[in-house]
């Protein structure tokens, strides 16, 4: 699975961003990670192929909303009321999200794309 971000770019604090994802190829589920300069990967949020199954990283639901095309093989993350804690690079993945009980579990990686929140 191929996966490409776009969206991504400088944002003022309180703004927002939509992230979206183009995948080429069948995968499961979808998700988001972003990594922050200094700091270790941190998981955002990742939706089943159904849509019905997200989950949300510590701290994530409420500022951000993942959702997912499937039958244009798209996923996006709308987020709100940004800080610069949240400048990072987001990195859009195939992979599986089999339950509620189970974590996500990405396969395939985009390359990134940077979003740096900042006045």
């Known amino acids: 699975v191929t996966l490409v971000e776009s969206g991504g770019g400088l944002v003022q604090p309180g703004g927002g961003v939509r992230l979206s994802c183009q995948a080429s190829?069948?995968?499961?589920?979808m998700g988001w990670f972003r990594q922050a300069p200094g700091k270790e990967r941190e998981f955002v949020a990742a939706?089943?192929?159904?849509?019905?199954?997200?989950d949300y990283g510590i701290g994530m639901e409420g500022r951000f909303t993942i959702s997912r095309d499937s039958a244009r093989n798209t996923c996006s993350l709308q987020m709100n009321d940004l800080s610069p804690d949240d400048t990072a690079v987001y990195y859009c993945t195939g992979g599986l999200l089999a339950s509620p009980n189970q974590k996500y579990v990405p396969h395939s990686w985009g390359q990134g794309t940077q979003v740096t929140v900042s006045s």
């Open positions: 190829g069948r995968t499961h589920s």
């Open positions: 939706i089943d192929w159904s849509g019905r199954l997200i």
